[in-house]
């Protein structure tokens, strides 16, 4: 049983320390708001809805607050001088673009 314990809580903090979970920011409601307000492009959402807006933060509102976390995963350490990051807000993707000589070779991260 302690293994078991012991193996739940490394699998909860090593992703933690790594930087693996997404960025998440929380807005709490003003007293006798009704609905949340998406300050990335102004759009005004019910109580208890979910939503992805126009930068790939999946929102939810809900009688508190609302809660909005990155969808895009960052590639974790790339080396800026053999590759490049390029975030796609239309699919919610990060593009890490290798270089190697002539020959350039794409390695698409998902969410």
């Known amino acids: 049983m302690k293994?078991?314990?012991l193996v739940?809580?490394?699998g909860l903090v090593s992703p933690l320390i790594r930087g693996e979970f997404p960025d998440c920011e929380t807005t709490f409601l003003n007293p006798g708001?009704?609905?949340c307000i998406d300050?990335?492009?102004?759009?005004?959402?019910?109580m208890d809805s979910t939503w992805t807006n126009s930068q790939c933060y999946k929102c939810h509102c809900s009688s508190t607050g609302m809660?909005?976390?990155?969808?895009?995963?960052?590639?974790?350490?790339?080396?800026p001088t053999t590759c490049t990051v390029?975030?796609?807000?239309?699919t919610c993707q990060a593009n890490l673009f290798y270089y190697t000589g002539l020959r350039?070779?794409?390695i698409k991260v998902k969410i």
Not at 40 to 45: I, N
Not at 67 to 79: E, H, L, Q, R, W
Not at 86 to 90: I, M
């Open 3 to 5: 293994c078991l314990v």
């Open 8 to 10: 739940l809580v490394l």
């Open 33 to 35: 708001q009704t609905n």
């Open 39 to 46: 300050e990335t492009d102004g759009s005004e959402h019910e």
């Open 67 to 79: 809660t909005c976390c990155d969808t895009i995963v960052p590639p974790s350490n790339p080396n």
């Open 86 to 90: 390029v975030y796609d807000y239309q």
């Open 104 to 106: 350039k070779y794409v």
